[in-house]
């Protein structure tokens, strides 16, 4: 029979594709004789099984639950509905992977009418009792019954301002009592049925709550957007409740064992006296630093300081650490490897090499390749800054970027502007999960309430967004759309910028400028290259494109897209003349000049690279994006090339293709004008000879593109070498290696002849991809999210490799190539260059690089390092 339960101490950290992370962490932290509530965990195997069977618990799963409940009561000498020791209990989700807010929890389960009565006389506090009856009745009535929370806040605001309390804990006992009747008349009206007063009766409705969160909309958002698989379902967390809220010797908090924006070795964290947890992460109140523990509690500030050393070290990451403070006892509620932002994941993992925690490849997984884009990108400019008028001042730098935009209030507003193209920062009193998409959507984040710790900070760091929360002195009025601050008044649609790493927020646009390497990034890099197998080029050809790429220490040029030449105005104009021109003499006049245009480009390109091997692909696109569009167009490019337009129009209908990415396009297009590649090699050759003459070596490789035949390849390849013959005639031998991009099916499944009359290879899988699925990749994002949503497709083949079909037939042609010709060079040029997943599928085959944009590189670099380090080789 298979098992579905397992209390916390039959488990350990290693079962988290059984246990969810939680649970796993729980179990692991009972082990080492931690102070952690008793519990049971349900597996992700039962959820996945609920989804499958109609969402109902099976049989075998309710009877489970059943004996583990009654074992947990003999283990804690408590029991639901107990006169003498009452059992109370809190139902968490926990999936294998962290998805911090984006499923549900319930807290203080087991109370009813009855039972609150039973808390109070133990307690002897009745405030006490009541708080925790009317946070169950909002808890379960939202999770549970889809009961909207407003129902419950807006009366809850209501009563305090009636009765002139300020903080929630001013509430009377008697007050919570009225707030908790009337919250059951919340149940009638909203859902017809009453809260249920049977603490087994909330128990099985909660678990089936958690498991369907797993298939809520912000759940799924959150999954698409870390790429977290939709299949692996959530376990639940049933422990025993520990209350926070139970005094002022009491409280609740959140810390991490290192600071998570910048990576410093020390506690950072917060806390609030007398509360529960879902007060801290909510952000309606502003928590206390972790530092102030020490004085008001100093033993349980040293205990918490000695345990979170030890689960650094034990888990050998920084640690993001749940705990409750009940009458002066510190108790652990979780712990996981915690969210941060890429500096500091950067910093973290070198200072743990240092520390002897970690070994240099252990360190570089610890960092997340996407999570280094956030470090590529601009800062504001200090002199900008500094004639910037200041809104506010009083936040708190909940994610360090620079960003500006729009203001915004609704994730919906945020979502459907940003989809029109604009650029907008979402400003809320608070955020929540269901903002999940509006967030993602945003240049910035920024909320009134809350703390570092917060739902806003949290998932923006998770993000790697920019993001500036508990900003007190501003007013945001979400229903006025408005922001009010110094007497002053923003409205929706105006423009801002947000100083995430410094908690400021300024009026209007302010200049940035680019970021600056650290050391500890330097080190992680070298490290990185260290282990990695694979060499990363990139895709340039722009002088300021190169440069950078090169400090990112690419290893050359895996791609110069020679089209990208072409469209400059006076360079552009040639290449129309000879597109459209009827006679030879013409053509030949119109790539004389362009000849020598695509000298000084090639020139530089080469000057800048040097040794290091370039890539030049020959003209690829269709001859349809270089000509005119629109009526003006046409009126001016008939001025420019002394025609009619009645001439131009009917020169382009002989142009004209139904389908031109799949017609009259990069080698064909040679074979039918020979000289095109010709010019483009003497532009090419011609600028290696001037540099030789200056001493400087080069390492071309020219690269023809869209072969499926061989024929095709040795006829272009043929009249290339007889145009380099003779330019060495002139100049001596000038190094060259001539290739062919492998990007059609049939190219692939010729690969091995192929290899024999090439010098290298390098896939491009924009075409492969396009061409295999017979998707176009310029309009597949009409459907393709269609696709994914109906798990028709995993994931988009455009970002990620389709193992089974492109994949394999790459991995074919590499086979049969390397069969025919082991020196053969073969690399990635298309998008999948940079991509994390398709890099551990490429670095498993016999290929020498991959090849993506400059800013991808140091990506693409530490995923390499990565991928060796997994394969255990």
């Known amino acids: 029979m298979t098992k579905y339960v397992y209390a916390f101490d039959e488990g350990q950290k290693d079962m988290k594709d059984l246990l969810g992370g939680k649970g796993a962490n729980l179990s692991e932290m009972k082990r080492l004789s931690l102070p952690v509530p008793d519990g049971f965990t349900i597996t992700t195997e039962a959820c996945i099984n609920y989804l499958k069977q109609g969402e109902t618990l099976s049989d075998e799963v309710v009877q489970q639950l059943a004996d583990q409940l009654e074992a947990f009561s003999l283990r804690t000498g408590k029991a639901f509905s107990s006169d003498e020791q009452l059992l109370l209990v809190s139902v968490r989700s926990g999936a294998k992977i962290s998805m911090p807010g984006m499923m549900d929890t319930i807290l203080n389960l087991g109370l009813n009418d009855d039972n609150v009565k039973k808390l109070a006389e133990k307690t002897g506090d009745a405030r006490f009792a009541y708080d925790c009856y009317r946070r169950l009745l909002q808890m379960f009535g939202e999770v549970v019954y889809g009961i909207p929370m407003t129902a419950f806040d807006t009366y809850f605001n209501t009563f305090k301002q009636e009765h002139n309390y300020t903080n929630d804990a001013d509430i009377s006992a008697e007050g919570l ?52 698989p939709h299949t692996i379902g959530t376990a639940v967390n049933v422990q025993e409740m520990v209350f926070g809220n139970s005094g002022s010797n009491s409280g609740t908090g959140v810390a991490f064992t290192r600071d998570p924006g910048t990576g410093e070795n020390k506690l950072f964290g917060e806390y ?28 349980v500030h040293q205990e918490f300081v000695d345990v979170s050393k030890r689960l650094e070290t034990h888990y050998k990451d920084m640690q993001d650490i749940e705990f409750t403070i009940e009458n002066g006892k ?179 646009e302010i200049a940035t400028t680019n970021a600056e390497h650290s050391p500890s990034f330097d080190q992680l890099m070298q490290w990185s290259e260290e282990i990695a ?62 000849r020598e245009n695509q000298t000084e480009d090639f020139e530089q390109i080469f000057r800048l690279s040097g040794e290091r091997p370039t890539i030049v692909r020959l003209l690829d696109p269709p001859l349809h994006e270089f000509l005119p569009r629109s009526a003006e167009e046409m009126t001016s490019v008939a001025q420019q090339l002394s025609i009619s337009e009645r001439e131009l129009k009917q020169r382009m209908d002989e142009l004209h293709e139904t389908n031109p990415m799949l017609g009259h396009r990069g080698c064909r297009l040679a074979i039918t004008y020979p000289e095109l590649y010709v010019m483009q090699t003497e532009a090419m050759m011609g600028s290696v000879a001037r540099l030789k003459q200056e001493g400087i070596t080069c390492q071309p490789e020219i690269m023809i593109p869209l072969v499926s035949t061989v024929e095709e390849f040795n006829i272009l390849k043929s009249q290339i070498t007889d145009t380099i013959t003779e330019l060495e005639s002139q100049h001596g031998k000038l ?47 009409k459907f393709i999210n269609d696709y994914i949503n109906q798990e028709i497709l995993p994931i988009d083949p455009f970002q990620t490799i389709d193992v089974d079909g492109v994949g394999a037939l790459i991995r074919m042609a590499v086979e049969q190539a390397k069969a025919q010709n082991t020196s053969l060079k073969i690399g990635v040029c298309g998008e999948l260059g940079g991509d994390p997943k398709s890099i551990h599928f490429f670095n498993g085959l016999d290929i020498d690089y991959v090849s993506c944009s400059p800013f991808r590189v140091p990506g693409a670099i530490l995923a390499t390092a990565q991928s060796e380090v997994e394969s255990g080789r």
Not at 178 to 184: L, N, T
Not at 755 to 775: I, P, W
């Open 177 to 228: 009592q009225d707030i908790c009747e009337h919250y059951k008349t919340i149940y009638l009206e909203e859902v017809r049925k009453p809260f249920p007063q049977d603490p087994q009766k909330q128990l099985l409705e909660a678990v089936e709550a958690v498991f369907k969160s797993w298939d809520n909309d912000r759940a799924r958002v959150y999954r698409d957007l870390n790429d977290i």
């Open 272 to 299: 609030l006296l007398n509360a529960q947890g879902e007060d801290v992460v909510a952000g309606i109140r502003t928590p206390q630093d972790i530092s102030t523990l020490k004085d008001q509690m100093p033993h």
């Open 330 to 508: 510190l108790y652990l509620l979780q712990t996981r490897n915690g969210k941060r932002t890429a500096k500091a994941a950067i910093n973290i993992a070198v200072d743990l090499v240092e520390e002897g925690i970690l070994t240099k490849a252990e360190a570089i997984t610890k960092v997340d390749v996407k999570s280094i884009d956030t470090l590529l990108h601009p800062t504001f400019k200090p002199e900008a800054l500094e004639a910037a008028e200041v809104i506010s001042k009083a936040g708190l730098p909940a994610s360090p970027g620079a960003a500006t935009g729009h203001i915004v209030f609704s994730a919906e507003t945020a979502k459907l502007r940003a989809e029109s193209g604009e650029k907008v920062i979402l400003m809320r009193p608070e955020t929540s999960p269901e903002d999940i998409e509006g967030m993602i959507a945003s240049e910035a984040i920024v909320t009134t309430h809350g703390g570092m710790t917060s739902h806003a900070a949290v998932v923006a760091r998770g993000m790697g967004k920019c993001c500036v929360t508990g900003c007190s002195d501003l007013e945001i009025n979400t229903t006025a759309k408005t922001v009010t601050y110094q007497g002053k008044t923003l409205n929706e649609n105006d423009m801002i910028s947000v100083d995430g790493a410094k908690g400021d927020i300024y009026l209007g």
């Open 533 to 594: 197998r694979l060499n990363v080029r990139m895709n340039a050809e722009t002088k300021s494109d190169i440069e950078m790429g090169y400090q990112f220490n690419a290893k050359g040029i895996g791609l110069v897209r020679t089209e990208h030449m072409f469209f400059g105005a006076e360079r552009l104009v040639e290449m129309r003349r000879f597109i459209l021109s009827s006679d030879d003499a013409t053509r030949i006049e119109a790539l004389n000049k362009i």
């Open 735 to 781: 190094p060259h290696l001539i290739g062919t991009m492998i990007e059609t099916p049939r190219a692939c499944m010729i690969a091995g002849q192929l290899a024999k009359v090439c010098d290298f290879f390098s896939f491009g899988t924009n075409d492969l991809t396009q061409l295999t699925y017979g998707f176009s990749r310029d309009d597949a994002g």
